[in-house]
């Protein structure tokens, strides 16, 4: 059974930093692509950051220059570093995983957890 398992969401102020960890099971994480997705209120679900089987990266430009993702496939683990968060970071992420036919990637811009493999959440508060 595939798991993903979110960890190291919280509060903080603005400027402040967090690093969300995924780590999974169940599957052969090594050379997967994997995605973080968030949702804030009121907001669509949208893509964050990916990073593919290459080792290629990619991030909304939102984000850009102020998050870092990266994985240590020995510990199946993708991990989202935060830095100098604002408050429009507040939302709850979600981590993705590659399945037959659908690949975290800016192809896929929006959430669909119809396809893929999701962890179930882990909210980031950051306050002003």
């Known amino acids: 059974q595939v798991q993903l398992v979110e960890s190291g969401g919280g509060s903080v102020q603005a400027g402040g930093s967090l690093r969300l960890s995924c780590t999974a099971s169940?599957?052969?994480?090594?050379?997967?692509?994997m995605g973080w997705y968030r949702q804030a209120p009121g907001n669509e679900c949208e893509l964050v950051s990916t990073?593919?089987?290459?080792?290629?990266?990619y991030y909304a430009d939102s984000v850009k220059g102020r998050f870092t993702i990266s994985q240590d496939n020995a510990k199946n683990t993708v991990y989202l570093q935060m830095k100098s968060l604002k408050p429009e970071d507040t939302a709850v992420y979600y981590c993705a995983a590659v399945d037959a036919g659908w690949v975290p990637s800016p192809s896929s811009p929006l959430c669909n957890f119809d396809f893929g493999y999701w962890g179930s959440g882990t909210q980031v508060t950051v306050s002003s």
């Open positions: 990073i593919s089987s290459d080792g290629s990266t």
């Open positions: 169940g599957f052969t994480f090594d050379g997967s692509d």
